[in-house]
């Protein structure tokens, strides 16, 4: 079945970086553009990048334009997310979605990786 | 960009109807056309239930219903059950190429 596994969440200090993973499997990973959103504890749901199929094309949020970078490789199946100067409000859990085919929801989802910036 | 309007919380009895509202502005990147609502318990993923406003995945529940009138859509929880229990976030996609999702709305049921 359709499955998207996160990992690569750690405890790290302020300006420090980072770089997630999400694992897919079960679908075919070039036919789907790919997220990442995070969810900072106790609070509501945040979308901050997205990548196209092929890779060409991203975009992001304000709040990490310019320090995250989104990437795939579809070769492995596998979403990357690489977060420079890391801030401790980029606390979070941090879910991997896949973009439905045809339309802009978000169809299936991880159970996320946790990010802790602390010093 | 700032978030879509949810309320808070909204409960309601076993059995009863719920709507839960999600409201934004033009300059959010309104007008809004490609809504959609996730259900999210507790320590689990957000799991999504309605898109393009009013559509259901296939083989979920059709007690769950959206629909949307200018920047305001909604979603409709029709016999509330227990198992319905849970945040609901709503989420559009921008005519800047982004996403954004509602505050987040807690649902009780009584």
């Known amino acids: 079945q359709v499955q998207v596994v996160e990992s690569g969440g750690d405890l790290v200090k302020p300006g420090g970086s980072l770089r997630l993973s999400c694992a897919a499997s079960g679908f075919t990973f070039t036919d789907y553009y790919m997220s990442w959103i995070r969810q900072a504890p106790g609070k509501g749901l945040e979308w901050i990048a997205y990548i196209s199929d092929s890779g060409g094309y991203t975009n992001y949020a304000d709040s990490v334009k310019g320090r995250f970078g989104i990437s795939r490789d579809n070769t492995k199946n596998s979403l990357f997310l690489q977060m420079n100067s890391l801030r401790v409000d980029d606390t979070a859990l941090y879910f991997c979605?896949?973009?439905?085919?045809?339309?802009?929801?978000?169809?299936?989802w991880g159970q996320g990786t946790l990010v802790t910036v602390s010093s | 960009q700032s978030a879509l309007t949810q309320p808070a919380s909204v409960s309601g009895s076993r059995g009863q109807s719920i709507t839960i509202s999600c409201t934004g502005t033009?300059?959010?990147?309104?007008?809004?056309?490609?809504v959609s609502w996730y259900q999210q318990h507790p320590d689990k993923a957000p799991r999504l239930i309605i898109y393009?406003?009013?559509k259901r995945p296939s083989g979920f529940s059709d007690r769950f219903s959206g629909s949307k009138s200018g920047n305001t859509a909604s979603l409709t929880i029709s016999g509330l059950q227990a198992e319905d229990e849970a945040d609901y976030y709503c989420?559009?996609?921008?005519?800047?190429?982004?996403?954004?999702f509602g505050g987040g709305t807690k649902v009780t049921v009584l």
């Open positions: 989420s559009s996609y921008t005519s800047t190429s982004t996403w954004i």
């Open positions: 033009s300059s959010d990147g309104g007008p809004y056309n490609y």
């Open positions: 979605a896949r973009r439905a085919k045809y339309g802009y929801q978000f169809d299936s």
């Open positions: 393009d406003g009013n």
